[in-house]
């Protein structure tokens, strides 16, 4: 199992900014992908971004170029820098962990959530 422990939600003014943190413990051996979800009321849970263990970065494209995600592999920790916040950016943002392992013949993944951290963006 991995815990999730998110912090730095909060209230923000229109273009301003946040940064968000998740750190993981328990079984964080074999995290491959580290990242953020968001989910706004009314509207299903969606992907905001993700980092993987080789680099690669996944956005969605509302978020490229304002916010920035990045990891601490030391630290177990993902981060989500955000700039020019929007109203619509409003929602609860979820950290996510996906862990792989096995042999290449079987591969298994488990996914986790945080209980989510709430950014409100005032216009």
């Known amino acids: 199992q991995v815990q999730l422990v998110e912090s730095g939600g909060g209230l923000v003014q229109a273009g301003g900014s946040l940064r968000l943190s998740c750190v993981a413990s328990?079984?964080?051996?074999?995290?491959?992908?580290m990242g953020w979800y968001r989910q706004a009321p009314g509207k299903q849970r969606e992907l905001v971004a993700v980092?993987?263990?080789?680099?690669?970065?996944n956005f969605a494209d509302s978020v490229r170029g304002r916010f920035r995600i990045s990891r601490d592999n030391a630290k177990r920790t993902v981060y989500l820098q955000m700039n020019s916040l929007q109203p619509d950016n409003t929602a609860v943002y979820f950290c996510?962990?996906?862990?792989?392992?096995?042999?290449?013949?079987?591969?298994?993944?488990?996914?986790?959530w945080g209980q989510g951290t709430q950014v409100t963006v005032s216009s």
């Open positions: 328990g079984s964080t051996r074999s995290i491959s992908a």
């Open positions: 996510y962990v996906r862990r792989t392992f096995g042999p290449v013949e079987r591969v298994y993944k488990e996914e986790y």
């Open positions: 980092i993987s263990d080789d680099g690669s970065l």
